[in-house]
């Protein structure tokens, strides 16, 4: 089994490039788990106080949960992965069921951040993108998927997002086996390199 990491700012393409690896290996030979599943609960916590959480700040996501169900899948055990709602802002009471697989993608904001994910992870892939595209990309994703505004989008990018991620992301990219710049990816290329480790 290997883990191939995916990580990068906001709108930088990290789901998109899950999806596409996630279409051509097939679900019977790669698992994907995003890590925005392993939101912490904060269920104690009112709506309007959820509503206002960052959460591109590492404090925010359960890496003792995420460290075990990946510990689990190496170990050949099936895991029940958490389902996250970015309307609630909370941990829904239904889970994914997941087997094994020959392949994990691993991606999410601060896959790099904790030095347990880190160790299991085999290969990773840094997304490098300027900051102007993927805001453009986190706009349309927002408005079209998490019901908020424009403006609202552009306030929690520029207030929240876009400090985290050169607070406690871009700081990391040099722990990533491979860094791209480029806006479109060439993803036969990305298969390619999978296939030398799987």
Known sequence: MRIIGICGGSGSGKTTLANNLKQHFGC???AYIG?????????????KKRSKLNFDHPDLIDFELLFDDLNSLKNLEKIYIPKYSYKTHKRLKTKRPQNPRSLIVLEGLHILYDNRILN????????????????KRRIKRDIMSRNRTKEDTIRRFLQMSEPMYKKYIKSKKTKADLILKCKKINIKKIITLINTFS
């Open 120 to 135: 299991l992870i085999d290969y990773c892939i840094f997304l490098d993108l300027d900051y102007k595209i993927r805001l």
């Open 28 to 30: 019977k030979k790669m």
């Open 35 to 47: 890590c925005d599943s392993y939101y912490k609960k904060n269920n104690d916590l009112s709506f």
